[in-house]
């Protein structure tokens, strides 16, 4: 599922400026899956797939299968097209320092949203 993050945000100068007071490691996990990965201002410098035995990370990002699934799609419905939605609907469980998430909801947002494949073209 992460495979690619590193390279994909890496690459994107703007996205990189954006985080660069960042610096922290998160947990993400998907269903049964879980990924640590660090970032070094802005830049992600390790994404890791589990199983861990004690996880070190800042704050986790956990949600079902499917429901990370429908969030990167090219084009994903509503409720399911932002990490905001995903809380609010109660899908998505954040845990640990939510102030480091939350004062860079953006740059995660777009972070994650790198894992998308384009959409196809039709407006």
Known sequence: ?????????????????????????????SGDTSWLVSIFQGRIVSVMRGPFVMPSSAFALRAAEAEWAKFFLPRPPPGSNDLMALIRRRVLRPEGDLQI???????????????????GGVA
């Open 1 to 29: 599922m992460l495979e690619g993050l590193k390279e994909r945000v890496n690459e994107d100068a703007g996205l990189v400026r954006r985080g660069r007071y960042l610096t922290t490691t998160f947990l993400l996990q």
């Open 101 to 119: 998430f939350m004062a860079h909801l953006r740059y995660f947002k777009e972070v994650l949203a790198k894992l998308r494949p384009a959409a």
